[in-house]
């Protein structure tokens, strides 16, 4: 099992900045890819970013250019830096974990991010 711990959300107006962050514990040795997905309400859960254990990155378009993810492996760690933040954005942002061998699925509970206009 792998829990997930997410930080970082908050409120932030329109053109700001935020940096979630979410810590994995437990079998985290067979961790491949992070990342982050969101759901805004009414909406499915989107993917937002991804990362691969060999930083190979994949961003949804409409934040290409404005969010960054990373992932720091030794502390089992992935970042989100968020910049221009638009009212679209808000949503409920979930880090995600998959593992290989076995291959699972991991979420964490979810962090509010509010962007006021």
């Known amino acids: 099992q792998v829990q997930l711990a997410e930080s970082g959300g908050g409120l932030v107006q329109a053109g700001g900045s935020l940096r979630p962050s979410c810590a994995a514990s437990?079998?985290?040795?067979?961790?491949?890819?992070m990342g982050w997905y969101r759901q805004a309400p009414g909406k499915q859960r989107e993917l937002v970013a991804s990362i691969t254990r060999g930083d190979i990155t994949n961003y949804a378009d409409s934040v290409k250019g404005r969010f960054t993810i990373s992932r720091d492996n030794a502390k089992n760690m992935v970042y989100l830096q968020m910049n221009s933040l638009k009212p679209e954005d808000t949503a409920v942002y979930y880090c995600n974990v998959k593992t290989s061998f076995p291959s699972r699925n991991y979420w964490g509970q979810g962090i509010q991010v509010t962007v006021s206009a």
């Open positions: 437990g079998r985290v040795f067979n961790i491949d890819a």
